[in-house]
């Protein structure tokens, strides 16, 4: 399989744990993106990286987010103190770089990580 | 603030029937595109449409992009009960330095068998 894989698929935690997850892009791409999505809602945009380099950060994520992207493969989004209103579904997304004089972004998502806080 | 405003919010028909659902903006974007998606999944990329009065068609499914690039379309013709979903529409800005995605309100569809 060549897609957007997100692991785990469900979490539970209780409030003030820390939790992390992972998504691994496809292979060549080398944009990703992580969205957060609550019910009944369109995705909303956390951040970007490109390769390794983290680029754009949502006034969304709050200073109990972090990021990474370590070696321009996989990226790890951590949660620090988790509290209820954390509790949504996290979604990855990978795209490749055109360079092409048209700003033209396609992405595609992975299966998301879904995280209740009790 | 970009915004995407999709209408209607929800959809009930039944199989056979014909439906538009549309995504409008008072931005421009450089491109918009279409996803679905079902519940607890990801969504999944439909088309992407990026030049100001393209029209595609992916076999039922007709997507507009409209002429001054802040609005689209999705047509549906013959729903089918595995057309059910949540359709989201979401824009690239233009000229933005970003290359993240705004999304709509979405629409969420059922169709009845």
């Known amino acids: 399989d060549t897609g957007v894989s997100q692991n785990p698929r469900h979490k539970i935690t209780k409030r003030g744990q820390n939790v992390t997850f992972r998504c691994d892009p496809i292979s060549e791409h080398n944009r990703l993106y992580w969205y957060r999505q609550t019910l009944g809602q369109g995705p909303e945009f956390l951040t970007y990286f490109q390769n390794e380099a983290q680029l754009e950060k949502s006034r969304l994520l709050s200073d109990r987010f972090s990021a990474e992207r370590p070696k321009g493969s996989f990226s790890t989004l951590e949660i620090q103190r988790t509290e209820q209103g954390d509790s949504a579904m996290y979604l990855c997304?990978?795209?490749?770089?055109?360079?092409?004089?048209?700003?033209?972004?396609?992405?595609?998502f992975g299966p998301g990580t879904r995280l209740t806080v009790l | 603030t970009q915004l995407l405003e999709q209408s209607p919010q929800f959809l009930s028909i039944q199989e056979g029937e014909n439906l538009t659902v549309y995504c409008n903006s008072s931005s421009v974007f450089s491109s918009l595109q279409w996803y679905r998606q079902e519940p607890g999944e990801g969504p999944v990329l439909l088309v992407t449409v990026v030049t100001g009065g393209e029209v595609k068609k992916l076999k039922r499914l007709t997507f507009q992009f409209g002429d001054a690039r802040k609005d689209s379309s999705l047509h549906i013709t013959a729903a089918q009960p595995g057309d059910t979903g949540l359709y989201l529409c979401?824009?690239?800005?233009?000229?933005?330095?970003?290359?993240?995605?705004?999304f709509g309100t979405g629409t969420l569809l059922a169709v009845q068998p």
């Open positions: 979401a824009g690239v800005a233009y000229g933005g330095a970003t290359n993240k995605l705004i």
């Open positions: 997304a990978s795209s490749l770089r055109r360079d092409i004089p048209t700003s033209y972004n396609e992405q595609f």
